[in-house]
């Protein structure tokens, strides 16, 4: 793979990346005079950019890497990237990638035909978007494309509707704006197979994540997965109101192991069928014990998926919460009995409240087939720091 470049005209700005038309400075991530040829593909014409690609499947045709600034990336919110493009020959996957060059972000198909396509690419904020992506997604088919333009504009951080309502919204994109950026320490309680951790460190990469999973096959995926990743730290333990041992519930689906059992109506309630496994022994730590023992003063967020453990938790963190040493809490909070003892919204909420806390909003509900709202996820904020 190699970089080739084309000269632009216009005024220099941001350090050499951005550029200034009609005297307003541009961010510009993306460049068409910028980009990454790869696998072989050849540039046939400079304007309009005309690429064969390559022969076989998935195989990167060429990136459009992002060239903003990490300063300026870090102020910017969600973004849509649009790409005209016109394929040629064969079949384009368009796509955003992760900074860990591995995982699209978002990605769609273009089909050949004579007429330009526009495809309008939504992505998180600007700095977990390593490059923009045109790839060959037939079979033992060559690809050729002309790419005609390429622009970012900036997507609002809160829906656009008068009100947000129950309706699909992002609790990363509400934390980063709400906190300007400036998260430097995460506590992932109930880490699973680490899926959030990872958008915790796309959306904040300069942050220290521990990650807590109890189970030890789980904890050791967990391991595994973030072994290259320093800022990433696994803890084999269960969170609670004491330092102690205590009784894993486990089943086929890790999410849903608990420190409770299940209740008789369990079943009906979850979204899919689970099996019910030995239970294991597990250590279990506190916040407060944690937060000294690793001399952390001070956590940005605490993330709480605890499947119905969520106020031992929360009490387990009564010195941090008592001296306001925590900005911003997310809690996955039942309004159905699924576990037995299990903590409830409202008893989440009462003691959140009696502590400063006061509720941003409520996120990604699961309801039953009657309509019923069962669980989903709350932010909650110190309103006295």
Known sequence: MRWLWRKWTGTST?????????????????????????DGSIVESDVPLTIRGPFHR?????????????????????VEVQIGITVLEGKAS????????????????????RSATVLRLTGPCLRNISSLIVR????????????????????????????????????????????????????????????????????????????????????????RRFEANRDITVVQSAVGETISTHELHCFSNSAVNSLYPITAAAHRLMDSEVTTLPSISVPVTTIDAHMKKFDI??????????????????KGAEEALRDKRISFIVAELNFVPVYKGQSYFSQVAHYLHERGYELFDLYNFVYSDDGQVKWGDGLFRLTEP
């Open 297 to 314: 003063d001070h956590l940005d967020i605490l993330k709480i998926d605890a499947q119905g453990h969520e106020l031992a938790v929360l």
């Open 14 to 38: 941001l350090g050499g990346w951005g550029r200034k038309f009609g005297g307003v400075p541009q961010w510009t991530p993306f460049l068409l005079d910028r980009y990454e040829l790869h």
């Open 136 to 223: 060959n997604s037939n079979t033992d088919t060559p690809l050729r494309f002309v790419v005609h333009s390429l622009t970012t504009k900036q997507r609002p951080l809160v829906a656009e509707t008068p009100y947000r309502g129950f309706g699909k919204k992002s609790i990363l994109d509400d934390l980063n704006r709400l906190s300007e950026g400036r998260v430097r320490s995460i506590f992932d309680v109930g880490a699973n197979v680490g899926d959030l951790a990872q958008e915790f460190a796309d959306t904040f990469p300069t942050a220290r994540i521990d990650a807590f999973e109890p189970h030890p096959e789980v904890s050791a995926g967990l391991h």
């Open 58 to 78: 998935w195989h990167y045709a060429v990136g459009f890497p992002n060239v903003c600034p990490v300063f300026e990336a870090a102020r910017r919110g969600p």
């Open 94 to 113: 368009v796509g955003l990638l992760r900074g860990n060059e591995t995982d699209f972000i978002v990605q769609q198909n273009v089909e050949s035909g």
